[in-house]
């Protein structure tokens, strides 16, 4: 979604000379084609993501749209104050883009795991919060939402190929994407989990169990007519997420349960503990914490056999 990131951010700025780009010393090899085009709107920080944000926080203050890009631990819990304090607090046009969202950077080691930025900042009701499935539909999000007012999170993967099957990079601010339809149970998911979770329905597809998927790529501002319209359908539901379990969709949807007095079931399937000394591949990262296609899968037919409850 890196180059999807730049090639969108040129077309934006070709036609808005108040956007502007700015970096934690990261991203270079896929940065070059808006430093080359607009090299008086890009500046280098340096490894200093608190004021990173800060020079944003100024620029934005000015009339200007800067995006800061880093890492998504180093985007959002390093300067996490400085983003409450400037852009939420006074709402202005920052936006935040999270490379590695997830275990992406799982080789790196747990500091560099992005697990917890849904939990940080969804506490937050004064920033948008947006987190696509695939490439395709990360283009769409930046798209429609780059005036919005006040600041704006990218979640965003590094995955530069993969497609969420049926979802064609449909995208509406405050909107969940409905792209299975199946009776048995419901899988909820955030971000790039998309994929395990559409491939998770087509393993229980073999077993005689029909899943319907419903994808969050909106947390801030929630979707919470698509949740009305859903959730009070099925009475199994999955969420699946590369975060910890509590403050991300997990939480969101289970909120909205109690919230709304559904009576159904909710198994969180996520991150439930430290990831001390756990590190490695995405791919192996992903059946480590039980969110690959198979544990996805493996978990469904476990809640529809009366397990887990």
């Excluded at 108040?18 to 490894?47: A, K, Q, S």
């Excluded at 395709?136 to 969420?164: C, H, N």
């Excluded at 007519?225 to 379990?245: N, V």
Aim: negative net charge; proline residues 5%; contains cysteine.
């Amino acid at each position: 979604m890196r180059k999807t990131f730049v090639n969108a951010l040129i077309d934006l700025a070709t036609n808005d000379e108040r956007i502007v780009l700015l970096t934690g010393d990261l991203g270079f090899m896929v940065m070059e084609p808006f430093i080359e085009r607009f090299p008086n709107r890009f500046v280098n920080v340096g490894v200093a993501e608190q004021n990173m944000v800060g020079v944003a926080t100024g620029m934005a203050e000015s009339g200007m749209i800067p995006y800061v890009y880093s890492i998504t631990p180093f985007a959002v819990l390093r300067p996490y104050e400085f983003i409450r304090n400037g852009p939420i607090y006074h709402q202005l046009k920052v936006r935040i883009i999270g490379v590695g969202a997830g275990l992406e950077y799982g080789h790196d080691g747990i500091s560099h795991f992005g697990i917890d930025d849904i939990g940080v900042l969804r506490v937050q009701p004064g920033i948008s919060i947006f987190a696509p499935a695939d490439y395709q539909q990360a283009d769409s999000i930046f798209r429609k939402t780059w005036d919005m007012r006040g600041p704006i999170y990218y979640r965003l993967s590094k995955d530069e190929k993969s497609v969420v099957p049926n979802l064609s990079a449909a995208f509406e601010i405050g909107e969940a994407q409905f792209i299975e339809n199946g009776n048995d149970i419901l899988i909820v998911t955030l971000g790039t989990i998309a994929l395990e979770a559409a491939k998770a329905i087509e393993l229980l597809k073999i077993s005689g169990v029909h899943a319907s998927l419903l994808m969050i790529s909106s947390i801030n501002p929630p979707p919470l007519a698509s949740l009305s319209q859903i959730l009070p359908k099925f009475k199994k539901i999955i969420t699946a997420e590369s975060h910890y379990i509590n403050g991300g969709i997990g939480s969101m949807i289970a909120e909205f349960i109690a919230e709304k007095s559904l009576h159904c079931t909710l198994i969180r399937c996520g991150i439930d503990h430290i990831p001390n000394g756990q590190i490695g591949h995405t791919e192996y990262l992903l059946q480590t914490f039980g969110i690959d296609e198979k544990s996805i899968a493996a978990k469904a037919l476990s809640v529809l056999q009366g397990k887990n409850i």
